[in-house]
C-alpha cells in the first residue's frame, strides 16, 4: 500500500509527521523559556548588586570619621551579608565610592554607587592616596585619615 490513499483519504507517508512538528515546537518554546529564565536571573543579579552598592557606601559614609579603611571594612561587611563582594573602595572625606560585584559565571553584575552628606563633591584635583588593587583611597593629609604608608584595607580572600 506504499504511496496509496488509505479509507480516510491521506497518504501513508504523512503518517507521525504531527509527532515531529509537536517536537519541534516544544524544542522551541524550551530553548525561548531558557532565554526569559536566564534575562530574569541576570535583572535579579543586577538589582541585588545595586542594592548592595547603594548600602555599602552608607555603610562607608556613615563611618568616614574613623579613616578609610576601618570605612571600606564596614562596607566590606554590609556587602558580604548582602551575598555581594566589594570590588573597589575609596574615602575622599565625607564621600564614599563603592563598587560591589554580585553573581558568578557569565551571570556577574558590578554596580558603583557614591555616598556622602547632600550637595557634597570631591574638590577637583585633591590629592589622593592611592592602593593598588583597588582598595581603599583617602585624600592626604585629610584629619581624621591614615597615613598613606600605613597598612591598606582589602578585601578579604574569598574561602574554598
Do not use: N, Y
Amino acid at each position: 500500500m506504499r504511496g496509496r490513499a488509505r479509507a480516510t483519504g491521506r497518504p501513508e507517508s504523512d503518517r507521525g509527521s504531527a509527532t515531529v512538528w509537536t517536537v519541534g515546537a516544544l524544542a522551541v518554546l524550551c530553548v525561548v523559556f531558557g532565554a526569559v529564565l536566564a534575562m530574569g536571573q541576570a535583572v535579579v543579579v543586577r538589582h541585588r548588586a545595586g542594592g548592595a552598592a547603594d548600602l555599602a557606601a552608607l555603610a562607608a559614609a556613615d563611618h568616614w570619621t574613623v579613616g578609610g579603611t576601618k570605612a571600606c571594612a564596614r562596607a566590606d561587611r554590609v556587602a558580604r551579608a548582602q551575598d555581594t563582594r566589594v570590588v573597589r573602595c575609596a574615602v575622599s572625606g565625607d564621600i564614599a565610592d563603592v563598587t560591589v560585584a554580585a553573581g558568578r559565571g557569565p551571570l556577574t553584575a558590578e554596580v558603583r554607587s557614591r555616598a556622602g552628606p547632600a550637595g557634597a563633591a570631591v574638590p577637583r584635583g585633591s590629592a589622593r592616596a592611592t592602593v593598588p588593587g583597588g582598595a581603599a583611597e583617602a585624600p592626604v593629609g585629610s584629619p581624621g585619615r591614615a597615613d598613606p604608608g600605613t597598612k591598606p584595607w582589602l578585601p578579604p580572600a574569598a574561602g574554598p
